[in-house]
């Protein structure tokens, strides 16, 4: 197990409704990173959170937010909820940016949203 | 055109055979490639790193061509554990960009 877990697990919700999932990063690291992953297709960058601050951002509108706090952990926000964003959601934290170079990133095993 | 490419599959190969994975990108802001492994309903794991000078761990060779923007992974004498989605995934400007992934199915 990578010791990055995530919650809830599974959850529905209905078009127009808001979501919130919650991210504890693995003992030691500092950065943590969401992506987004549709069925049968490759995971999404969503944003990264480093020190508390957004560091880069992908494609997503702004109703996606996030938050990092001092422990580490992290939450992603998701407003007005539509049906294309029904996905599991990952999260993944390391040690600086991409793992230092490493490329090592350490996933949870997601939020399975599904919005009817 | 997506920053990273590879064929989805899927690629049913008997036990015992070799395999080759493709994978092309198009975005100069990656630095760095990997390849990762995702079980079915599971999260992506690191499998290995990949270098121009080709990277082997095992069974498992891994090979970056700059100049051709081109990624390969080869595995050797395939088993049933290697049955999985092998993503290729480019690494720059804070994030990782992942392809589309390759489903692998190792026949017994």
């Known amino acids: 197990e990578t010791g990055v877990t995530q919650s809830p697990t599974h959850l529905i919700k209905t078009r127009g409704q808001q979501v919130t999932l919650r991210c504890s990063s693995q003992s030691g690291h500092n950065t943590v990173s969401w992506y987004q992953q549709a069925l049968g297709q490759g995971p999404q960058f969503i944003f990264q959170?480093?020190?508390?601050?957004?560091?880069g951002r992908g494609n997503f509108p702004p109703r996606f937010s996030g938050l990092q706090f001092p422990n580490y952990s992290s939450e992603l926000n998701v407003n007005a909820l539509e049906l294309d964003d029904s996905a599991l959601y990952l999260c993944a934290s390391s040690w600086g940016s991409s793992g230092r170079g490493t490329g090592e990133l350490f996933f949870g095993e997601g939020s399975r949203l599904t919005v009817l | 055109r997506k920053e990273v490419e590879q064929d989805p599959g899927p690629f049913n190969v008997p036990e015992g055979a070799t395999v080759a994975f493709n994978c092309t990108y198009s975005n100069s802001a990656s630095q760095s490639f990997f390849w990762y492994r995702q079980d079915c309903r599971k999260e992506p794991k690191l499998l290995m790193s990949v270098y121009s000078s080709g990277n082997e761990d095992g069974r498992f060779t891994a090979q970056l061509n700059r100049a051709s923007q081109y990624i390969s992974l080869l595995i050797r004498d395939s088993k049933l554990s290697d049955s999985a989605t092998y993503l290729c995934v480019g690494a720059g400007n804070e994030k990782l960009t992942f392809g589309t992934g390759t489903r692998l199915t190792i026949i017994p």
């Open positions: 959170y480093y020190r508390e601050e957004e560091n």
